[in-house]
């Protein structure tokens, strides 16, 4: 996957599942059990990581591209 279709993957994913964040503090979401429980234990974890993934993930990527990448011993 190219890394500009990545980011466009993940900023939408960022900006949609904000919009129930949103309902959550000024809307009438928190009234709702069910509702207030997916924004606190599901919707809010993925867009703090999505937003941490967008930060700081080319970080990340070259950490774990170090240590798979296997070395090959040319003799």
Do not use: C, D, Q
């Amino acid at each position: 996957m190219k890394a500009s279709v990545e980011r466009k993957i993940i900023r939408w994913l960022h900006i949609i599942l904000s919009i129930p964040i949103v309902g959550f503090i000024y809307g009438p979401v928190a009234g709702i059990h069910y509702a207030a429980l997916t924004v606190r234990w599901i919707l809010f974890p993925v867009v703090v990581l999505s937003g941490f993934w967008m930060w700081k993930g080319h970080i990340i990527k070259r950490l774990f591209k170090k240590h798979i990448t296997p070395k090959i011993n040319t003799v």
